[in-house]
């Protein structure tokens, strides 16, 4: 794991409750990665509503999408392993 990890941001809205379990997935996964995590409400903006409107959650590393969707813990365990390798 690098010493200054990324951020992880997820793009969500509000009473979406696919965004709350990959929220609670980063939020579990985030110890053992040392990442910080960014939320980002898709409703506050309307690019990014009309970019992700059908996607969300969709979780990016330094602006590369790694999943969207349903999203499984250890998928998200792979990508963030990749994402933080040196």
Known sequence: MRQ???????????DCPLCL???RLLEKLQPEF???IEEV?????EVLYERYRWEIPVITVGGKELLKGR???EPL???LRS???D
């Open 83 to 85: 994402a933080f390798e």
């Open 21 to 23: 379990k990959a929220k």
């Open 4 to 14: 200054h990890a990324p951020k992880v941001t997820l793009y969500s809205k509000p």
């Open 34 to 36: 040392g990442f910080g």
């Open 41 to 45: 409400d898709i409703t506050r903006d």
């Open 71 to 73: 999203i499984a813990e």
């Open 77 to 79: 365990r792979e990508v």
